[in-house]
Structures are given as structure tokens and as C-alpha cells.
């Protein structure tokens, strides 16, 4: 275990994604990435009763997909990481009573998608795990009850105002040989520019991938053309061209090589503002869709920068401005002979 | 300069989407015009075809209209309505509607008393409290003139 620098962890021994699973909504099955994804539901309330129980049963399908692609049982794993946007992430704790794993639950907004797989990476590198599963979920309607109005309530889409992805993703992390590596990981500060407008999570979160973004390449030496792909979470039309722009202006130009989740999920005429957003956008395209090129070997070296605004419903209407994050974790084609 | 923590919000101004007013004008115009079109044609019928007068007819009307509102609400189109309408379906009593009927099926699963009942104006509460403090503050104002002159 090697810490390189001040924010970034290389991990020593070769560290896999066994495999990993994805469930999404019907809006996501419709989008560009269609195809990439496990289990595409036909409907909102995935056939539960309600929204909550929605998400619960994203979150099962993702992890249920997980474990029969790595040809595993819940009873091989040592450790449960996973989170999600609902008060006191109760779709995660509610998940991790019936599978009985281990359970360490993490919030960081929709940056848990990163922090659980750097955080699984880390604990399987150092010893204390040999397999851990990281998940996280989100669902359109639970996070607009949760930070905005309730579901059918009818007003204007701003069109600053991001989209939350309806999905899970899981992922297994192990040392046993898989067709992805997970190499480093860059920890993210906590960054508050003085954005207080809750619809308007891209201006806010830029600066925080900005600094993680700058943070990963001093800390490794390295240039953007040593990445086929650098993604972030869920800045949207709006916080990407932010976003290039306060690298540009450090001397760091990312603009061939970067891409938005939150913009590849959807297509442009999907009814979705700004581009998706919430913690299951970066997850279900990095366990969807960039996984499976990796797999494959059509990209080598990916970076991926999960965002996250650290806000709650109350903080905005008392003035607060928005604290947002940005984890980044390194995922590689797995080559021969990897030591 | 925009790595300038300071005046970020000032700064990024030019990488914000415009507004476009006066299509929002315009959409909430045709959508607002038209539901109050409707309650028009309500209130003809009722004065019509059931011998209210234009007084009375007030009141089947509004809620007419709050039924249909709430119904829509109900099967999933008033949120879609108002998407594209703006405040042209936000200020009419459907708008007041809908949002008593979104909060209620919202909270539908925490129970009637303690999710329907107690949240049924989460979104609305605002607008009754408004609404009987400027009606009383009013009402003390006519009552004060009247009394002088």
C-alpha cells in the first residue's frame, strides 16, 4: 500500500473487479448507453409498491447480477460498502440486512459511486478483505421527495437543474485475476466556491473535480494523453465547459479525452435539463458501459471522477452555500503478467 | 480568471444557460389562458344549464376545476402540463391543487393521518398562511377607513 504524495493511493498488489452489475430505469434503458446495462426495468416502480421499495429492489438486481457474473455467493464476501441518497441511506442499510455481509455504509452524495470502489480497493490491498462488494444506488423519484418537491408536484424544469439517473451498480473487488484493474485512487477535498443554488449542482461541483482532477496528475506525474477517457460524475452541460476551463486556465487541457456521465446516460431530446445526475449516473456507466470496454480492451486506462454535492434539503433555504467532493479512482485493461 | 474562489459565482455567469424569458412568457400565457378558458366555459354551463348565478357559479367552478386538476395529478400529467407551462399552471387553483395532491400521494405509504394529513400542505401551507394574514391585515385596514369616514 503506497501513498503517492498527499491524495493519491497506489495500490500494490494487482487489484481486480471481479465482476460487476447493473439494473437502471426505463428513461436510461431509452438513452444512448442502452444495451451496456444488466436489467433494464419498464417502469419507474421496477414492480414494487412504492419508490423506496424501487430503489431497494435496483440495488438487489444490480448486486444479484454481480454475484452470478463473478460465479459467487453473498456468503464469500468479507465486506458490504455501499450508499445511496436516501435519508440515513436506507436503501443500502435495507440491503445489507438481507445479504449479511459486513456492513460499512458511506455517503458522499453522488460521489459514493468512487468512494466505496477506492475505499473496497484499499481494504482488499491492504489484507482485510479479500472480497468486498461495493454498491450504490439512486432513483429519480426518491431523490426528488428527498431534496426537491414531491414526485407529481408540477413545475418548471430549470435548466440548470440535473436529472437523477434511476439505477444501481455493483462491483466485486478482489485480488483473484479479473479482466479490470483497479490501480490508483485520488481522495478528494471538500470544496465550497460559494455556489448556494441546489439547482445548480454543476457550477457548484466543478471546481471540486477541478482540484481532484489536478490533485490525481500532480500526484502521479502524469498528462492527459496517458488516458483514453476521463469521465466525471454528473457535472452536466453546464459544469463541463466550467469544468475544462479552470483546467485550461492551470495549464491542464483534458478537453480531448473528458466526457460526463451525467451527459452520456441520456440523449440530448430526453426531457432530462441539464443531464443526469445522482449516484447510480457515474456508477451505472463505469460498471455498464466503460466496464465492458475495458473488459474488452477498446479503452486501456480510464480515470474515473465521481462528484458530489454535499448538501441536504434544509442547508440551501438557510443560506448555506453548497461543499461539494470528487473521488477519482484509475481503472485499467487488465494485462498479462500484472505484478 | 475563474480559479478564483472569491467571485467564482460572478464569474461563471458567461458559462450559464439564458433564460428564455419570453418564451417562458409566452407558454405560460397560452397554458394559463387556457385553464382559465376552461373555467370560463365551466361557469357558463353552470349559470346555464343549472341556474346559478354569476356569484354563486364561483364556486362549482374552482371546484370542478380542482377535481380535474387533482385527477391529472393523479394519473401522472399535470407535472408534464406544467413542465412546459411554467407559472401558467403554478398560479391558478389547479396549480394549488396539484400541489396538495402531489404531497398527498407522496406520503401515501407513511399512513393517512401521519403522512397524508400532516403533509398534505407541506407545498400549500405557505400560501393559506399568506392568504389569512393579508386577508386580516386587509380586513383591519377597510374596517379602520370605514370607521373614519
Known amino acids: ?339 | 480568471m475563474l480559479n478564483d474562489p472569491k467571485n467564482y459565482s460572478e464569474n461563471i455567469k458567461p458559462f450559464q444557460p439564458k433564460i428564455p424569458y419570453f418564451m417562458n412568457c409566452l407558454k405560460a400565457f397560452l397554458v394559463g389562458g387556457f385553464i382559465c378558458l376552461a373555467g370560463q366555459c365551466f361557469q357558463t354551463l353552470y349559470i346555464s344549464l343549472f341556474h346559478f348565478t354569476k356569484q354563486t357559479a364561483g364556486d362549482p367552478t374552482a371546484a370542478t376545476l380542482i377535481l380535474i386538476s387533482s385527477l391529472m395529478t393523479g394519473f401522472g400529467f399535470y407535472d408534464k402540463l406544467a413542465r412546459f407551462g411554467g407559472a401558467g399552471s403554478i398560479v391558478p387553483v389547479t396549480g394549488f391543487a396539484n400541489s396538495i395532491t402531489s404531497a398527498a400521494l407522496e406520503h401515501k405509504n407513511e399512513g393517512v393521518v401521519l403522512g397524508i394529513a400532516t403533509n398534505l400542505f407541506s407545498l400549500a401551507g405557505a400560501v393559506i398562511v399568506f392568504g389569512v394574514v393579508s386577508a386580516a391585515v386587509l380586513g383591519m385596514i377597510r374596517l379602520f377607513i370605514e370607521q373614519i369616514f
Open chain 1, 1 to 339: 500500500m503506497s501513498k503517492v504524495r498527499k491524495q493519491t493511493w497506489r495500490f500494490d498488489h494487482p487489484i481486480y473487479l471481479a465482476a460487476t452489475g447493473t439494473a437502471v430505469g426505463p428513461l436510461e434503458a431509452r438513452g444512448p448507453l442502452s444495451g451496456n446495462f444488466d436489467k433494464a426495468y419498464n417502469s419507474l416502480n421496477c414492480g414494487e409498491k412504492d419508490w423506496i421499495e424501487a430503489e431497494r429492489a435496483l440495488m438487489r438486481r444490480a448486486i444479484s447480477y454481480c454475484l452470478a457474473k463473478a460465479g459467487k455467493q453473498e456468503g464469500d464476501m468479507d465486506l458490504f460498502l455501499a450508499g445511496d441518497l436516501t435519508d440515513q441511506t436506507v436503501t443500502s442499510n435495507f440491503i445489507a440486512k438481507e445479504n449479511r455481509v459486513p456492513f460499512i455504509g458511506m455517503f458522499g452524495a453522488c460521489s459514493t459511486s468512487m468512494e466505496t470502489l477506492a475505499a473496497g480497493a484499499q481494504l482488499v490491498d491492504s489484507g482485510y478483505a479479500d472480497n468486498v462488494l461495493c454498491a450504490v444506488s439512486s432513483h429519480n423519484a426518491t431523490a426528488e421527495r428527498q431534496f426537491r418537491n414531491p414526485t407529481e408536484y408540477g413545475g418548471p424544469l430549470n435548466l440548470t437543474q440535473t436529472f437523477t439517473v434511476t439505477g444501481a451498480g455493483a462491483a466485486i473487488v478482489t485480488k483473484e485475476r479479473g479482466k479490470v484493474r483497479v490501480c490508483e485512487a485520488t481522495i478528494g477535498r471538500v470544496i465550497d466556491w460559494g455556489i448556494g443554488d441546489p439547482n445548480n449542482l454543476g457550477s457548484a461541483m466543478a471546481p471540486a473535480a477541478a482540484d481532484t482532477i489536478w490533485t490525481h496528475f500532480q500526484d502521479t506525474g502524469r498528462v492527459p494523453d496517458d488516458y483514453d477517457l476521463i469521465v466525471t460524475g454528473d457535472l452536466s452541460s453546464v459544469g463541463t465547459p466550467i469544468l475544462k476551463e479552470l483546467l485550461i486556465e492551470k495549464g491542464l487541457d483534458i478537453s480531448n479525452v473528458h466526457q460526463d456521465c451525467g451527459l452520456m446516460i441520456y440523449s440530448s431530446d430526453q426531457p432530462v435539463g441539464a443531464g443526469g445526475s445522482g449516484c447510480a449516473c457515474s456508477a451505472v456507466v463505469t460498471y455498464g458501459y466503460l466496464y465492458k470496454r475495458l473488459a474488452e480492451g477498446s479503452l486501456k486506462r480510464v480515470l474515473v471522477v465521481a462528484t458530489g454535492a454535499l448538501l441536504n434539503k434544509a442547508t440551501p433555504k438557510q443560506k448555506d452555500t453548497i461543499p461539494c467532493i470528487a473521488h477519482g479512482v484509475v481503472l485499467e485493461t487488465a494485462k498479462e503478467g500484472d505484478q
